[in-house]
């Protein structure tokens, strides 16, 4: 079982950046692949980044490829995302997610525990 809090959310004016970062308890954190999703009103939830296990891999979405970096402390059971230059499009609830494994895709059935999500708003 893993448990996951993300935090760091809030209110940004475009171009500014912000960083989340997510917390861990429980069993093994280095043995799962983690991710970060984000889920805008009205839309579905949609991948953004993955990170591997060891954190010698990672992928993005395009939307966020060159402003967004996912990064781990597997001493202190934190994966973090990175946000620059954000745009108003950035808003949305973000969620990081676990997935048992080396590394793990962009789907949602993927990723195995879920934490409750942060509000980050980008004003224009």
């Known amino acids: 079982q893993v448990q996951l809090v993300e935090s760091g959310g809030g209110l940004v004016q475009a171009g500014g950046p912000l960083r989340l970062p997510c917390a861990a308890s429980?069993?093994?954190?280095?043995?799962?692949?983690m991710g970060w999703f984000r889920q805008a009103p009205g839309k579905e939830r949609e991948f953004v980044t993955v990170?591997?296990?060891?954190?010698?891999?990672?992928y993005y979405a395009d939307s966020v490829k060159g402003r967004f970096t996912i990064t781990r402390d597997n001493a202190k059971n934190t994966v973090y995302l990175q946000m620059n230059s954000l745009k108003p499009e950035d808003t949305a609830v973000y969620y990081c997610?676990?997935?048992?494994?080396?590394?793990?895709?962009?789907?949602?059935?993927?990723?195995?525990?879920w934490g409750q999500g942060t509000q980050v708003t980008v004003s224009s």
């Open positions: 990170i591997s296990y060891s954190g010698g891999t990672t």
């Open positions: 429980g069993r093994s954190f280095s043995r799962y692949a």
């Open positions: 997610a676990a997935a048992h494994g080396y590394y793990s895709g962009t789907g949602l059935k993927e990723y195995d525990y």
